[in-house]
Structure formats: C-alpha cells, structure tokens
C-alpha cells in the first residue's frame, strides 16, 4: 500500500462540507426523537426584586399545554453546580431584566409560545443598578485574584515626566455573540439517565455542569454535540437553558425541545461587555516606550464575576519598563458577562493599538516603525523567551502586500471623489495552549482496506475541527483521508477540552497525532520485526494481517511548554473609505497577516481568521446593544436593531500566514487562530478613519452620526 | 402567536366584505411586516384574510384619466418586481432606487407594494410588549420620547409618539406625487394623494394612515412628470445594506437649463410619515441649480426641526443628505 501523501498543511476541502449545504449534518434540534413536546421560557420585566404572584391558569387553559413551570414548582436543583448566570427557577428574586422566571411545555412550538405571553405575573421592584456610565466611578478591585494590579516600575513618574505621551480613554459597548444557531437543546431521560442534543464547545464542561446542576453523576448525563452553529463563547460555558431542559422533560416525562428566540438571546447566554479603558503611554522622543497603563472599567453581574482581560495585550505586545494594568468592577443588575471572541484581547487591543497609533502620530513617525522599535525580546510579564514571535514579519510582510507604502501620513489628504481614504495597521495576540485530551483509534482491515475511527470528546464550531483531525489522522496512519471516521461531539467518547481560547486545534490535533503514533509503536512490537524505514500503521495491518485494533492516548502539552511564553500574533491592515456628505465608512480592503505556528489546514484557516475579521470591522463600525437604563432591558433585540456586518459592508479580504516553526508549544506546532482573527482588527479600522478623515473616535462603534 | 384563521381569497369585493365584518381582521399579503409583530404578540389578529392571490400584481401605463401617461402599480405586486419592471426602471428610476435600498432580496421578493405602504414603525418599544407604547396600546405613555431615541423623529412628533415610519419606497412615492387608489366596502373607489396617506401621530399615534378599516389599497398611481432625469435616493444607515435610514432622502428636479422649474424632496427617516420639504422645495423654485442654494433650501427645512435626546445629528446629517442627493440629482 502506498503512503499517502502529506495533508496536513494542506487546503483540503471540509470533510462535512457536503453534509451541511445538503443539510444532511443534525444540529442539535435536528434529532428525529418521538413523542417530543416543546418548552418555551418565559422571563423577567424588571431588572431587580422580586416576584409576589405568578398567575399561570389562562396559560395552562391553552389546548396542547402540558405543564407551566415557574420557582413555585420546579424542581430543586444545584445552583452551584457550574452553569452560568443563574437563573433556574429555583426563587422569585431577580437579578436582571429578562432572566428566565418559568416556562411553557406544550404539545407544540406554537401553543407553548401563546401560552407563555398569558402567564400574568406581579412584582416588589427595588432600586435596579443598570446605568454603567453613572456608576463607574464606584467601581471596586475584581474578586478573582488573577485580575488583581500588576505593576512593573513606576508608571506614574514615567508617564509625568514623559517627553511624548498619549493619556485617552477608550470605550467598547456591550455585544452579543449571536452564533447563526440560537442555544438550542432537546432532552431525553431514561430512567435516572438523561441524554442532552445541545451544541456545546466543551463537551465534558456541559456535561459537569449539568449533572452537577441536576444533581445527578456526570456518567448519568449524556451530551451530543457533533455540530454546532457557532458559540463564540456563549456556547463555552453552559446557561440555564440546558438544564431547564432536562426540568421540563422529566416534568412531562417526555422528550423535551427548547430553543431560544433570537430576541431571547440577549438576555440568555451572557454578553461581552462594555469596558471603558484609559490608557496612558509615555514615550522618548525617539519613539522608545517608557510606560504603559491600561486600567479597565468594567460590569460584573450583580451575584457573579466575571471580566474579560482587557490588559492582556498590553502585557506582551511592546518592550516597556514600566508598566501598570488594573481592572475596577461594578456589579449590575444585566446578565452576567463571558467570553466572547478574543475575549479582553479584541477591546483591549483597540484601546492598546489606538493610542499607539495616537502616539505615532504625534511623534510624527510611521505607526509601523513605532511598533519595530518596540518589539521585546522576551515576555515582559514574566521574562520567558517566546516559543515564537512573528510580529516583525507580520508587519513587514503585510507591508509590502498592502502597498503601506502608498499611505499618505497627513490625515484628511488623500480623496477620491466623494470619499477620504485611509490606511491603518495595528497588531494583536493571543495565548496558545494545548489542553489535556484524550483520543482512540480504531483501526479495521478487510483484506487491503484499511479503515480508522477517531473518537474524543471534542466539538467542532464550523470552524472545520473534523476537518484537521481526519488530515492529521490521515498522516498519522498512513491512510486515504476519506478511510478516516471522525467521531467527535458526545461525551461517551474519551474526553477531551474544548473549542475555546484557541485551545481547540492544539488539543485535539495533538491528542490525534499521538494516538496515531501509539497505534503504530504498538503495532511494530507486535509484529516483532525490524523495520529500516518505518512502516505506517496502515501498512502493518495489511502486512500482520491485523483485522482490528485499536489504541488510546492521554495526551498533555510536553514539558517545554511550561519554559516559553506561547502566544499567536498578527498584524492588520485596513484601508477605508469615508464618505464626504455622510459619514459611512466602507472597509475597502482588510488584510490579516498572522504568526500561529503550523497551520493545519489554510484553507479553514482562512475562514476562520475572515470570520474573526468580519466580527473586527463589525466591532469597529456597527455594533451595539443598547440598553433603556429606565428599566435595565435591551432595546435592540433583532438582526434588525443589532447590526451585524451585511454582505456590502465587507470588501476585499486578504489572509497571509507567516511560515512560522514553533517547536516548544506542542508537538505539531499549532498555536491556534480562532481568537487571533479578531485581535487588532478594530484598532486597524479605526486608525484608518484617523488617517482618511483626521477624526479620532475613541468610543465604539464608529456609526456616521460620529463622523459628521 | 395567538391563534387566528386563515381565509384565503379570490376577488377583491369578498376581501373587503370579510374584512369589514371582523374589526380584529386583517389583509396579509407577503407577511414580512406582519408575521413578525405576530410572533412578538405586537399585532394580534385573529383572522388573516390572503390577499396575495388576488391577481393585482400589474405594472402598466395608465390611458385614461388625469394621470394619463402615468403608471399604475398593482397593490399586491411583489417589490423585487416592481423595482426591476422595465416601466419602472425607466420612466422612474427614483421610486426604482428607493425600493432596492430597502430591506434585503429576500423580502423584497416576499413583500408587497401595498404592505410596504402599511409597514409599521420599527421604535423598539412598539416592538417589545414590556414596553410603554401609545401606538401599540395607546395610553400606555411613550417610551422613546425620554429614552433611546437615535433613531426617532425630529419632524411632525407628539409628546405622545416620537416614531418614525419605516419604508424607502414611500419617501420616493411621495417626492413623486403619487396617489394610492383604495376601495371601500361598498365597492366605491377613492383615490389618496401620497402625503394624506400616512398621519402624524397627534393624540392618536396608534393610527398610522388615513384608510378606514374596510378599506383595500388596490393600486399605486404615479404621475406622467417623472423626473427621470434628474433624481436620486440618497439613504444613510448605520451599515451598507439592510439597516433602516438615519436620514434618506428622495430628490428630484425639473430643470430648465441650470435653473429650477420645480424641486421635489421628501426625507425618510425623520417623521412618523414620508416628509415632504415644502420648504425647501419652495426655495427652490425659479432658482439656479447651485450648491449655494441647495445649502440655503436645506438650511431653511431643517429650522422646523425639533431633535429628541439622541438624535440631534439627524438635522446636520439631514442638510448634508439633501445637499447631496440635490448634487446626485444634478449629475445624471
């Protein structure tokens, strides 16, 4: 049999691309399971007190209702049991507007609907929190010790006695994730056994939470979660809906199917939220860094932490002998905030890479040669050497592609008809890490076919995870790609992390990459023989005449990874046009130049940094969820109030990857992409705008009311 | 979704008689508009009578009559073929224009001439039911009038609705000089001048035309003077497509030479109806086709202008969109 040839690396159409155009790949409601019944949630109107009476006999009169289920029947559960943000019907407090106070579970989709809007409910409402603006300035220190002040030398003296120096303060609004697929699940109990179709990106994670919840073993709990319609992390960490699932099914004692409005989304799975950062950078006149402040304001939910590390950036990006992050929280009353794409990286490097672009202005120097002249040499917060470090290159390299060269430094002069343009770079990064995760291989003979069938616990967000794993698995082996089963998404398989924090290729690739390895170390013993050149696994099941076998990896990051600081980085290049009499702005070309070791497959990878991308420019120009402070609620609870990029508003998108060795992170080399994509890119878009038009806007999105 | 029936119909007198039997009745055609305030339990009729197969879908000169010469669209004609009949695209690139900047191909396939003109108000406190709205239950106060109002009006507004009405190709129907032809219970017709067909709000935000309940918009009639020469929809939104005007504005002028014979400027976007510029359209009048004069007619329109709380851009952004679109206008 003939090895095949290498495809990791290469762009290899996705495995399960004709399975989703020919909607043949089940999401998680797309289950065909009998007898289901539907539960829709119904929630909150205020945003703080409590609930005094719940009426719920109109609802329960509606033909097909099955059971009403609010705090006064539901079944107790663990709130501590590892869900996010609360809300499980266990008391009549609320914490927010909008939190789920029961449900409707009824024959069909429709009556659960009609019933729940005739659930009558009165309240006792407090003071609620809600208004940030007001409130920033009572902000306190976060609980979690990892978002404690970190001070490097004395930032306050160095940035006083600065010759060059940017002090502003930048503000991001809150956003939503809004995956295409909205949370979605449908539950079926047998026995003390409950299987959950939900899309989750870490299978075992959901699967821990929700037997915690529901108090019950995690091997009682069953998730299947073979393709998810995007996360973004608001699918990272499980919410209430999960479980409530399970309430309602064993309620009914039937099969169950909740999934949530696009209008529930903004109150459901958390949000990223608004931070307002004031950044302070001090520099010789020469354009040497001499300190760097990144001190972030943020919300917190009014009974939970959580905040996203705005000040992450700035703690490895530039060479700086003085620096201070810090991080101030108000607790309000809105849902509780999680990981969103590039989480505390994305609106951080837009404040970090704004006022370096502020800086360079005023030094009157390139922004790209502000950037070269501060690059470190090791990781500034801890002074390990990098496992790799591509920044230079990405500048660089994106330079030449992009013709940086034609960018006229004078804000405002360059015109073209109706419209001003401008260029503007800025860079990002993003930790890499591998995550403990399991692996099988399965391999079957039939005479000289040879057949492989990878299962671990993974998931894959449309970002192509089956993909990846069937290529590396492929040349792990030594076979055909379409001889390459992969199973992933349930958590009866081995476990393994999650598709989160770029963790999703390193972990799962490596884990795969190394149980092909087991699997023929193994097989070469049992054959007993000596080999000159080492046979592939394929190879040896035809020669041993082996019908099956199979073998199983525990795989953890090597040693070396602890000794290097890992991170991807990149940098991006935008050119804009502003429209004269308007004020809109169209990305006429957006190019990512990113470092992030070996790259499985380019043509996924491109995707998925265009993905991030996209989100970039729609941080940068489009959006925003508003909320009325009167009464705490999202006022702009649609695809048509919240504005995310359409087809028009994204022009020519460019995608190079530095080749790049990375020898001490892992074994394959892989960094991860899935967060990098979106690093930088609003910062780029933004100091474009400067460039175009000689406006700096500091407070996003950047809406044409702003450039009038 | 509250339970309703659905009754489909055949010919134009059994609509009307059924809808005129049942106040809580309504005429579905695309639905765009309608199922989605359903779902939301915004609107909640409990009979849906589909009209959408009665046939009057034509696109065709108008022989008779003082619109003779002009253009008669059918009121159950789809938008997607409205915009690209080659009547439309020619003699009106206008009314054209402004359709294609609005909503997305895929509903502009399903939704109506006739429901475009009864779309109603996108305020998210009409939308939400937790929310104060007096147009959707009036008495209940107005939450935009002290809330979020960046995208409310600063035209022809009440104290007791600050909405604005949502449809592009209105405000080219109304620069046109369009007149909506309508049928009553008793068969009778009756024809609308485009700027009587929607209301501002006053004390009764909750109606939002002048058509009685009984009544069937049938067709729009465009007049013969079609500026097609010299005319521009101009919309500012907040991204390129499917995003619902800052400010728009439909522009449109008779020239004689570089002078002004008659200007038409209706602006989206700002009232709780398509808003003609009388004044500015007066300024215009006689004068010479300068940008000095388009600043001066803008200027003078937007003295009336009563900005809310967060939409105080609208009226600098309403003069640049004017000056604008009367430049676009200008240089076809």
Redesign the interface.
Known sequence: MQQAKKLTGMPVDRIDGILKVTGKASYATDYPVKNIAYAVLFKSTIAAGSITSIDTSEAEKVPGVLSVITHLNAPKLNVKGGLRGGALLQGPEIEFHGQHIGMVVAETFEQARYAARLVKVSYRQTDAKVDFAKLADRAVPPKDRGMADVKRGDTAAALRNAEVKVEEIYQTPIEHHHPLEPHSTIAVWEGDHVTLYNGSQIVNGAQTAAAATLNLKPGNVRIVSPYIGGGFGSKGGQWANLVLTAVAAKVVSRPVKLALSRQQMFNSVGLRQRNIQKLGIAATKDGKLTALAHETTTHVAINSEFLEPCGDCSKVMYDVPNSLITYRVVPLNIILPTYTRGPGKSTGSFALESAMDELAFKLNMDPIELRLKNQPAVDPSDGKPWSSRSTIQCLKEGARAFGWEKRNPVPGKTIQGDYLVGYGVACGSYPARQRESSAIVRLTAKGPDVRATIELAASDLGTGTHTILAQTAADGLGLPIDKIHIRIGDSDLPPAAGSVGSVGAASFANAVNDACRKITDELVVKSGKQFFVAPTAAQLMISERINSYEARVDAKPPVSANQYSSHSFNANFAEVWVNRSTGMVKVARFLAVTGAGKILNPKTARSQIIGGNVWGIGMALTEESVIDTRWGNFITRSFADYHVPANLDIGSMETIFINEEEKFSNTLGVKGIGEVGIVGVAAAVVNAIFNATGKRVRDLPVTPDKLL | ???FKFTPVTDAASAIALLAKNEHARFIGGGTNLLDLM???VERPNELIDISRLGITKVSTILTGNHSGGVSIGAVGKNADTANHPLIRQKYPLLAQAILAGASAQIRNMATNGGNLLQRT?C??F??V??PCNKRQPGSGC?AL???N?MHAIFGWSEHCVAVYPSDMSVALAALGATVKVRGTAGQERSIAFTDFHRLPGNTPERDTNLAHGEMVTAIELPPDNFAGNSYY?K?????????A?VSVAAALELSGSRIVNARIALGGVAHKPWRAFAAERLLAGKEATEANFLLAAAEEMKSAKPLGHNL?KV??GK??I??SLQMAMNK
């Not at chain 2, 500012?236 to 619902?244: E, G, H, I, L, T």
């Open positions: 979704m509250r339970p779902k939301e339990d996108r998210p406190y939308y939400d937790a929310m939450g002290e809330g979020i960046r101009l500012v939104r907040d991204r390129a497509s499917y995003a619902f800052l851009f600098e952004l640049r969109a000056v604008r």
